[in-house]
C-alpha cells in the first residue's frame, strides 16, 4: 500500500486551473437540482405516451421503441445528473426530491442517501483508478472483477443489467449487508429511510404495472405488459452509464489508451461519446476521471464543472493540472502505473503543441 497525497497547493499556485477547485454556489446546486426534477418529469411523460399513446396507435415493436431509446437515453443522463449532485449538492432543497434520483434504475435500491454514503466510501478506499479498495473496501469492487479477464468481459453488461451497481437491486442486498454496522443506526434513522424509500418504489412501479391493465382494456394481472419493456429500457439506460463510470473509467486497458490522448487522434470518438453520454462535458468525465478521484471533493465532477465553465475550458485545465501531478510525488514511494500514464499522456500534449 502507497500512501499518495493530492497535489492540491501546486495546483492552486496556476491562476489557469484555479476554478476547478472553486466551491459551487447556491444558484449553482440549485440549479443541478432543477435539471434533476426536469429529467425526472421526461422520464414520467415517456411512460405516459408509451402507454397511452403509442400502444394505441402503433404495433408493440414501434412503439417500444418510441418509447425505449429515448428513456434509455435519458436514464443515462439520470446516473450523470447523479453523481454531479452528489458532489456538490447532495442535499436536495426539497425533501421529495431525494425519492427521484435513481427510482427508474430498479424495483428495488438503496436510498439516496445510501447512495451518497456508498459512492464517498468508493473514493475514500479507491483514489488511484487503477489500485481498487486499496484503502479499505471499496462497495464497487465487484463491478471490477469481470473486467479483468477476457473470459468474464462480456458477462459486465448482464451484470449492470441485473442489478450489480450502485442504484441496482443486488447492489442494495450487498450495501444492505455491509452498512451500518450497528443495529442501534440502523434502527434509528436507515430503517425508517429506507422504508419510504421502498414505499416510494412500490407505488411508482405499482403505477406502471396499472397503466398496462384498465386503460389498454386488459385485466390486471397483464401489467407487466408495460412494465416489462419499460424496466428493460431504463436498466440499459442506466447499466450503459454504470458501465462508463465503473468499468471504462477504471480499466487498465482505457487509461493506456488515454496515455495517447486519443481526443487529439480521434475527434470522431469526441461527437460520438458526446452524443451517447449527453454532451462533450459528460466525456470530459471519462477523460479525466483520474482527476475527479484525485480530488473528489474539491474538483467534484468534471461534468459539473464543464456545465458552468464549458468543456473545453474544463479540458484545457484538466490536462494543465495532469501535467503537474495528481499525487505528490514522494522520494521513498515508486511512481504508480496511473501517475506513469498521466505522464506521459501530458507529454503527448506538449509535443502535439510544439
Known amino acids: 500500500m502507497v500512501f499518495i497525497a493530492p497535489n492540491k497547493d ?45 400502444l394505441k396507435f402503433f404495433d408493440y415493436w414501434t412503439a417500444t421503441l418510441l418509447m425505449g431509446v429515448p428513456i434509455a437515453w435519458l436514464c443515462i443522463q439520470n446516473v450523470y445528473c447523479l453523481h454531479d449532485v452528489i458532489h456538490g449538492a447532495s442535499f436536495p432543497p426539497h425533501d421529495w426530491q431525494a425519492y427521484i434520483t ?25 483514489p488511484d483508478l487503477l489500485e481498487h479498495g486499496e484503502f479499505g473496501w471499496d462497495p464497487a469492487s465487484w463491478l471490477y472483477v469481470l473486467q479483468e ?12 443489467f441485473i442489478g450489480a451497481n450502485d442504484t441496482g437491486a443486488l447492489f442494495a442486498l450487498l450495501w444492505y449487508g455491509n ?27 405499482g403505477s406502471v404495472w396499472l397503466l398496462g391493465t384498465y386503460p389498454l382494456d386488459r385485466p390486471l394481472s397483464e401489467g407487466w405488459r408495460v412494465l416489462l419493456p419499460v424496466t428493460v429500457a431504463t436498466r440499459i439506460g ?13 480499466s487498465h486497458m482505457w487509461n493506456g489508451f488515454l496515455a495517447r490522448a486519443p481526443e487529439r487522434s480521434y475527434p470522431v470518438m469526441l461527437v460520438i461519446m458526446s452524443m451517447i453520454l449527453g454532451g462533450p462535458a459528460r466525456f470530459n468525465e471519462m477523460l479525466f476521471h483520474d ?45 504508480t502505473k496511473m501517475q506513469k500514464l498521466a505522464q506521459r499522456r501530458s507529454q503527448v500534449f506538449k509535443d502535439a503543441k510544439k
Open 102 to 126: 435513481h427510482c427508474w434504475a430498479d424495483q428495488f435500491s438503496i436510498s439516496w442517501e445510501d447512495v451518497v454514503m456508498e459512492h464517498m466510501k468508493h473514493h475514500s478506499s479507491t
Open 179 to 205: 452498512f451500518p454496522d450497528s443495529f442501534s443506526q440502523l434502527y434509528t434513522k436507515w430503517f425508517w429511510q429506507r422504508l419510504k424509500h421502498h414505499l416510494w418504489l412500490l407505488i411508482l412501479w
Open 291 to 335: 482527476l475527479h478521484h484525485g480530488f473528489p471533493n474539491a474538483v467534484g465532477a468534471l461534468s459539473m464543472r464543464g456545465r458552468f465553465n464549458g468543456w473545453k475550458t474544463v479540458h484545457k485545465a484538466a490536462m494543465e493540472a495532469l501535467s503537474y501531478g495528481i499525487y505528490k510525488q514522494e522520494e521513498t514511494n515508486p511512481e
Open 149 to 160: 479477464r477476457w473470459i468474464t468481459l462480456p458477462l459486465v453488461p448482464l451484470w449492470h
Open 10 to 54: 501546486e495546483m492552486l499556485k496556476h491562476e489557469s486551473i484555479k476554478f476547478l477547485f472553486t466551491k459551487m454556489t447556491n444558484d449553482n446546486m440549485l440549479y443541478r437540482w432543477e435539471v434533476f426534477t426536469l429529467l425526472f418529469v421526461a422520464q414520467i411523460c415517456m411512460v405516459l405516451l408509451y402507454a397511452l399513446v403509442f
Open 238 to 250: 442506466f447499466a450503459s452509464a454504470w458501465m462508463v463510470f465503473t468499468n471504462f473509467n477504471h
